[in-house]
T-cell receptor, first 116, second 115 residues
Framework: SQQGEEDPQALSIQEGENATMNCSYK?????LQWYRQNSGRGLVHLIL?????REKHSGRLRVTLDTSKKSSSLLITASRAADTASYFC????????????????FGQGTILTVHP | GAGVSQTPSNKVTEKGKYVELRCDPI?????LYWYRQSLGQGPEFLIY????????DSGLPNDRFFAVRPEGSVSTLKIQRTERGDSAVYLC?????????????FGAGSRLTVL
């Protein structure tokens, strides 16, 4: 079953604009990750944020995490046509003892289209 | 290898047939995962291996699905008596440690179509 919901389901912007995608989840987590997928095939890891972190940056990516609201956002600044893809958030809740081992629960994704 | 390799990339079969999907993880990665992705959905967890053993198979939908990793490297996902509802992209991933904050490296997937 899907843990979270992503918003919006689809986003269309012009090159150079910023893109913001949101993710909500339901249960407690150890960390939250964002992945990118081109053409419905393999996923590529973008960034991981731990439950005790509130914000993280990587290049043009900025991720925030609000555990009190069970939500995260991914901001892509100065978007490029090559950023066109589907973006998924994935939560790692760990096992009953709280140990994470990569069992991720993915949202349904946001389809981002960046027009040149 | 340099990445996670999955074969075949596409498989078309008839309802009721048996199917095997293969995953060759990144060399040295002890953790291996299978996920399934239906059209328009995010991937769903099927099974996790730490070394040769299936440490968590809670995502396998029923007993028609089985996976092995006999030597702690290559894994095979086996589906018996396939049904049309099994049609999906089956994704394999591996990670270095398997415990802690894991970053998964995914393969390109095997697209299964059951007619």
């Amino acid at each position: 079953s899907q843990q979270g919901e992503e918003d919006p389901q689809a986003l269309s912007i012009q090159e150079g604009e910023n893109a913001t995608m949101n993710c909500s989840y339901k249960t407690s987590i150890n960390n939250l990750q964002w992945y990118r997928q081109n053409s419905g095939r393999g996923l590529v890891h973008l960034i991981l944020i731990r439950s005790n972190e509130r914000e993280k940056h990587s290049g043009r990516l900025r991720v925030t995490l609000d555990t009190s609201k069970k939500s995260s956002s991914l901001l892509i600044t100065a978007s490029r046509a090559a950023d066109t893809a589907s973006y998924f958030c994935a939560t790692d809740g760990g096992n009953a003892g709280g140990t994470s081992y990569g069992k991720l629960t993915f949202g349904q994704g946001t389809i981002l289209t960046v027009h040149p | 290898g340099a990445g996670v390799s999955q074969t075949p990339s596409n498989k078309v079969t008839e309802k009721g047939k048996y199917v095997e999907l293969r995953c060759d993880p990144i060399s040295g990665h002890t953790a291996l995962y299978w996920y399934r992705q239906s059209l328009g959905q995010g991937p769903e967890f099927l099974i996790y291996f730490q070394g040769t053993g299936a440490a968590d198979d809670s995502g396998l939908p029923n007993d028609r699905f089985f996976a092995v990793r006999p030597e702690g490297s290559v894994s095979t996902l086996k589906i018996q008596r396939t049904e049309r509802g099994d049609s999906a992209v089956y994704l394999c991933a591996s990670s270095l440690m398997g415990v802690g904050a894991n970053v998964l490296t995914f393969g390109a997937g095997s697209r299964l179509t059951v007619l």
